[in-house]
């Protein structure tokens, strides 16, 4: 098991966010957390990350309590996270935003900044270009690539093709197909029902910060209530 949260209870203040939320994510596997907004998907992933830690339950990271740990331990434990709002650097270039984030792991082929360049060929062209001049798919281009170089092996992936045209959802898709086909473990948080279960392998569906129906895509798919509650 790559990851597993156990019940967790995450607070914003006094706010009660998420409600025993559980979940696993297999290694190699590509887990999907479908809802609508503001249905709890960022703050479960904030709080595998350490931004919001849960206030009780747990977190395992390939069977060690991670819960409650810094972002930059869990990012050096090999959890990486792509922001809903990318969070790139504005004012430095899209090599520069590459080079910072690099981090080398033994034992496993290496995403370096030419194999992100050739999973995104369009930042290879942009890559002298400050990050806050590209456009709204490009910098998520960059946010992923940029989680890439630091060796992940497992990525958290939250609502990667909001805002984006149909014709570069497609390209999001194919993208995230090779990082599958690489190996990498995904936690992909999204809106986009359809878009989500073309690549997933499991489901997993939060509303009101608890989780309320899961299992593989077929059964999501083959269950007329969930179709309709996720407009599928």
């Known amino acids: 098991m790559m990851l597993e949260l156990q019940n967790i209870h995450t607070f914003y203040g006094l706010s009660h966010i998420l409600f025993d939320v559980s979940l696993t994510v297999k290694q190699g596997q590509i887990v999907c957390l479908l809802g ?10 904030k ?27 869990l990012c050096r434990k090999g959890i990486g996270y792509v922001p809903d709002d990318r969070r790139i650097f504005a004012d430095l ?32 062209k942009f890559s002298g ?11 998520k281009m960059l946010a992923i690539a940029r989680a890439l170089v630091g060796n992940p092996e497992c990525l958290l992936l939250d609502e990667p093709t909001e805002g984006l045209a149909p014709a570069m959802v497609a390209v999001f898709r194919d993208r995230i197909r090779l990082l599958k086909e690489s190996g990498l473990t995904v936690l992909l948080a ?23 129906h899961q299992g593989t895509v077929a ?6 209530a969930i179709r309709t509650m996720c407009g599928i």
């Open 93 to 124: 270039t899209v090599y520069e935003n590459l080079e910072i984030a690099l981090r080398k792991r033994e034992g496993r082929q290496q995403w370096d900044i030419p194999r992100v360049f050739e999973l995104f060929p369009s930042l290879q």
């Open 190 to 212: 999204e809106q986009n029902v359809k878009f989500t279960l073309s690549l997933s392998e499991y489901a997993y569906i939060i509303d009101d910060g608890r989780i309320c």
């Open 47 to 73: 709080s595998i990350m350490g931004i919001a830690p849960p206030k009780r339950g747990k977190i395992l990271f390939k069977g060690e309590v991670v819960s409650g740990k810094a972002p930059y331990i």
């Open 129 to 139: 270009r400050k990050g806050g001049l590209l456009s709204g798919g490009e910098q």
């Open 219 to 224: 059964e999501i798919q083959e269950n007329e």
């Open 36 to 45: 609508r907004n503001g249905a709890g998907k960022t703050t479960t992933l």
